[in-house]
């Protein structure tokens, strides 16, 4: 079963704007920095994508198949499908309008800002955590 973060930027942000489509959330949730988010167990934003990964793993696409049950490039494409022509979710229809309307939204919000530096970050962590890995096992051996 894969996770959410598993997938690629791009497709994980349509799928967050898919998610607020259909969960809508509320616009006065604020990015604030890693410190402020751990030592508040009440964070919003957190909360925020708790309820996005809830909803990849209990969504189906039309088949029935789980979306955290589809490849790597079926989840893309449900998504992009979903971003031009809508998608259905428990009987509701979320239009492929609303789903722009949202991405447009946590534009002006600064929260595709933020999960795109964040994406930065932890791509630049994992990129040393391999060579730090890599030159720790060289010692090791």
Do not use: P
Not at 97 to 107: D, F, I, P
């Amino acid at each position: 079963m894969a996770q959410l973060q598993d997938h690629n930027f791009r497709t994980r942000m349509n799928f967050a704007y898919m998610a607020d489509a259909y969960l809508m959330f509320d616009g006065s949730v604020k990015c604030r920095s890693t410190i402020e988010r751990v030592l508040d167990d009440k964070d919003q934003y957190a909360s925020m994508w708790r309820k996005i990964e809830r909803l990849y793993e209990n969504m189906t696409d039309k088949n029935g198949t789980l979306l955290s049950e589809l490849s790597k490039s079926e989840f893309m494409h449900f998504c992009s499908a979903a971003t031009s022509s809508g998608f259905s979710h428990d009987g509701n229809h979320i239009s492929a309008e609303s789903v722009r309307s949202k991405a447009a939204q946590w534009a002006r919000r600064g929260w595709f800002r933020y999960e795109e530096k964040r994406d930065e970050k932890v791509k630049t962590a994992r990129r040393f955590g391999l060579v730090g890995g890599l030159i720790l096992s060289s010692f090791i051996l």
